[in-house]
């Protein structure tokens, strides 16, 4: 166990508990979304920091950040906030940031991102393969971390293209010093394919579904246990 990854959820029965997929974008439209990404981030950080009192192993907490945060907010005053604020170690803070971003590519967003990095946080590219970017882009930005998006490992345990697109993409992020993290891993067999092509982490059902903070801290405790446990 490694790290978290934030999931928004907006709990309203009027609204029959809208998905992200539906307000986020509300968000962006109508400005909110820099309020809503800033108290999404120092809960975060403060949340991760409640679980390393609470006794649990040190992890990473990850956050989704909106292309709109850093063209109509202060992302890099919101992330040295935060993490003032909760007094969590930047290094356990990873941003991350989708490739559509990258496709207003300036000078703003190139000083941004070396600000991000100055501030000690991890930057992670997420769900590669499905937006516009540029493969450039790669050598452009100090990213730390891609992320494969599921659509690429769902059927990496039935298709050999799968397999060999995967460890492509594994070869590709490992050659710009970059780790890579496997979304949607649901079975033992994908996770040992990614395993064997040297994958360095991977998240999904096949260890548990989302859950809120007092869940994740009772079902990390009792992971940690039985991989301490493993291992004696």
């Not at 909760?86 to 070396?114: K, M, Y």
């Not at 579904?209 to 007092?214: I, Q, R, T």
Request: glycine share 6%.
């Amino acid at each position: 166990l490694v790290a978290a990854e934030v999931l928004l959820r907006w709990h309203n029965n009027e609204l029959r508990n809208p998905g992200p997929d539906q307000f986020i974008s509300v968000a962006e439209e109508c400005g909110m979304i820099g309020m809503i990404g800033e108290w999404v981030m120092i809960n975060a950080c403060q949340q991760a920091m409640r679980w390393r009192r609470a006794g649990l192993p040190e992890i990473n907490i990850a956050v989704n950040i909106s292309a709109r945060q850093f063209e109509e907010s202060e992302i890099v005053d919101t992330v040295r906030r935060a993490l003032q604020q909760s007094g969590l170690p930047a290094r356990q803070l990873e941003l991350e940031i989708t490739e559509g971003l990258l496709i207003n590519d300036t000078p703003n967003l190139r000083q941004c991102f070396q600000e991000l990095k100055a501030l000690g946080v991890r930057l992670s590219l997420d769900d590669f393969g499905t937006g516009y970017a540029s493969l450039s882009y790669l050598k452009r930005y100090p990213f730390d971390i891609l992320k494969i998006d599921r659509s690429f490992v769902h059927d990496i345990d039935q298709s050999q293209d799968s397999v060999t697109l995967v460890n492509a993409i594994i070869a590709m992020a490992h050659s710009f010093g970059m780790s890579v993290i496997a979304e949607g891993v649901e079975n033992l067999q994908q996770r040992r394919l990614l395993k064997d092509h040297h994958c360095d982490m991977v998240q999904g059902f096949l260890y548990t579904p989302a859950l809120n903070a007092e869940a994740f801290s009772d079902w990390a405790k009792r992971y940690a246990d039985v991989h301490e446990a493993q291992h004696i």
